[in-house]
């Protein structure tokens, strides 16, 4: 599984309307040096971190934020401080999408036990997708303390549950979607460039 991009879209059966470009490449890379500076400034520094991507497209956004901390300070062994989070077993929707695929968790060596575990993901929306990946963090260990990174924050919060890192709020409708496009996950879809969109609703994405 992964945080599922239908919860951070909004999850709503729509057909497609106009889609614009929010975020570039560039903007993308701009944002993760920024969440990377941000991670070490409130950190004090690269001592005890840990990065923990959620699958499918938080996972290669810690890889990303691994080497901007390296780029950042050369004590960080950016390989070393990153891991991927499954939570499929502790979603909250599981009985009612019973056939998605777990994917694998993967710590680092240094385990998660009194580290600073940064969860990071693609999209916050509701925030059960957080709350899942900290009930699963439970049964791994005990962090010092878990911070949260993430690309976009989309809004409409359904849990108490606030990012410390973000690259962007990006205010939008539940009727609107959000995607976002990384090279790792969707070049065998034809995307070889990054990027972030929002698409409307059919209705909303007619000419006029």
Known sequence: MASS?????????????????????GDIDRALTRIAHEILEANKGPEGLVLLG???RGYPLAVRLAAKLAT??????????????????FRDDLARQPTRSPARTILPASGIDD????????VLYSGRTIRAALDALTDLGRPRSVRLAVLVDRG???????A??????????RA??????LTEVDAAGGYDEDLV???????EGVAR
């Not at 969109?197 to 209705?203: G, M």
């Open 72 to 89: 950042a300070d050369p004590s960080v062994d950016a390989a070393a401080i990153v891991g991927q989070l499954d939570i499929t077993m």
């Open 115 to 122: 580290r600073v575990v940064v969860l990071v993901d693609d």
């Open 54 to 56: 959620i699958p499918r």
């Open 164 to 173: 410390d890192h973000v690259g962007k709020n990006l205010p939008t409708s």
């Open 176 to 181: 609107e979607k959000v995607r976002v496009r």
């Open 156 to 162: 409409h919060r359904e849990l108490p549950i606030r």
């Open 5 to 25: 991009q239908a919860e951070k879209s909004g999850g709503e059966d729509l057909s497609s309307g106009a889609e614009r470009i929010v975020l570039s490449a």
């Open 197 to 203: 969109s929002i698409e409307a609703p059919a209705s």
